[in-house]
């Protein structure tokens, strides 16, 4: 499919006739395009909003945001835009790239055919090559036609074989003629009405489009990676900020864990683990009671806070201790909090020992913020440190 979707495509962009050098040519760009003449030979037209009222005698290329041909065009006509609606006769092939795409008239030559929804009125001459999502041809072709997409709609006369290949649905219309075969590949079996006649037969092919076990875990481990890819990013990024912005902050409770002897780190910590258990308990039994919902609320938010600083604050508290035993330097940079939280990361994916230890310095980060925001909302005479 791959292989034939790219060939169809570069055959696409190929000029398909010789026109040009036996006419002159005419050339129209604007943001909105208003073609009412007629062209002797081939014509280009580019803009945001492209309308061709007059007929082209040679080869018809447009490019923009939005296409509608209403003129007949005697050679062949390549269009690419997010919306095309051909309304007129092609005397050529007609080749079409874009989102929406509806085809009104005939078509003498091949049509090739390349977006989200492929509408097909018209009837083509030649073969038929449509890749989309969903794709309704209901004139049916002259030509072999081949369709790649989810939900496929067939109707009218085909004169040779139809081959699909779907993710969806497949659906004939009721007195469909299809002279040739009609092979096609789906996880179910086509809508095939009474009335439908295929005279070269049927060939279907189930196909299952869910990936099997083997990919299934394959596919689990890339989510699982990206998954932790982006939360590490995003608490690399946040430690960086906070450890930039609030570096009085980080430094204060770095100090805390230098300084403090066993007995006050071990208070910390239990402090943290107090703050983290019994608070969730606490506005719950708030909630309880009407006059004491809003404060749960806030102290439910005030708890999120708590317990996403102290995650972060534990990443920046392991890069200002690196910071002081390797570099003996007392400040804490920005990129202090990066490393320590990246460190901090690869030690939580350790099973057991690694989350044990990121708990501890979660736990002593939230017991040492919160008797940092405590001594700085209620200053003694003998600490009273600008942190923030």
């Known amino acids: 499919m791959i292989r034939i979707s ?61 296409i509608i041909t209403a003129a007949p065009v005697s ?32 078509v003498a030559g091949d049509l090739v055919a390349f977006g989200f929804s492929v509408h097909d009125s018209g009837r083509a001459g030649g073969s038929v090559f449509i890749v989309a999502a969903n794709t309704t041809l209901s004139a049916g072709a002259a030509g072999p ?12 006369d ?49 196909a299952s489009y869910l990936p099997d076990a083997g990919t299934s ?27 930039g912005l609030f570096p ?13 002897r066993p007995s006050k780190i071990l208070l910390t910590i239990l402090l943290g683990f107090a703050a983290f258990v019994v608070t969730p308990v606490l506005f719950l039994l708030l909630a309880l009671t009407f006059v004491g919902f809003g404060l749960a609320l806030l102290l439910f938010v005030s708890y999120i806070f708590v317990v996403l600083f102290a995650i972060i604050y534990a990443g920046i508290l392991l890069g200002g201790l690196f910071a002081r035993r390797y570099m003996h330097r007392d400040s804490v940079l920005w990129h202090d909090g990066v490393l320590g939280m990246l460190a901090l990361s690869l030690i939580a994916l350790v099973p057991y020992v690694g989350i ?18 405590f001594h700085f909302a209620f200053p003694h005479e003998d600490h009273t440190p600008e942190l923030l």
């Open 6 to 66: 790219l060939l169809a495509f570069l055959l696409l962009l190929l000029p398909t006739s010789s026109y040009a050098a036996r006419a002159p040519a005419s050339f129209s760009a604007a943001r909105s395009v208003l073609a009412a003449s007629s062209s002797p030979g081939n014509a280009y037209d580019a803009g945001f909003s492209v309308v061709r009222t007059a007929s082209v005698a040679g080869d018809l290329s447009v490019f923009g945001g939005s």
């Open 75 to 106: 050679g062949d006509e390549l269009l690419l835009a997010g919306s095309i609606k051909s309304r007129a006769r092609v005397g050529g092939d007609l080749r079409v790239v874009g989102g929406s795409i509806n085809i009104e008239e005939a």
């Open 145 to 156: 036609v081949t369709i790649y997409g989810n939900n496929i709609s067939i109707a009218g």
């Open 158 to 206: 085909f004169a040779s074989n139809v081959n699909i290949v779907a993710s969806g649905r497949i659906t004939l219309v009721a007195s469909t003629t299809i002279a040739g075969k009609l092979s096609y590949e789906a996880p179910e079996e086509a809508t095939i009405p009474v009335s439908a006649t295929i005279r070269g037969g049927i060939e279907y092919t189930s």
């Open 217 to 243: 875990r394959i596919l689990a481990v890339i989510s699982i990676g990206f998954f932790l890819f982006v939360r590490i990013l995003g608490a690399l990024i946040l430690a960086g900020l906070l450890a």
């Open 248 to 260: 009085r902050l980080a430094e204060a409770i770095v100090e805390r864990a230098v300084t403090s």
């Open 356 to 373: 044990f230890i990121a708990a501890l310095f979660t736990t002593f980060s939230a017991g040492a913020l919160l008797l940092v925001f």
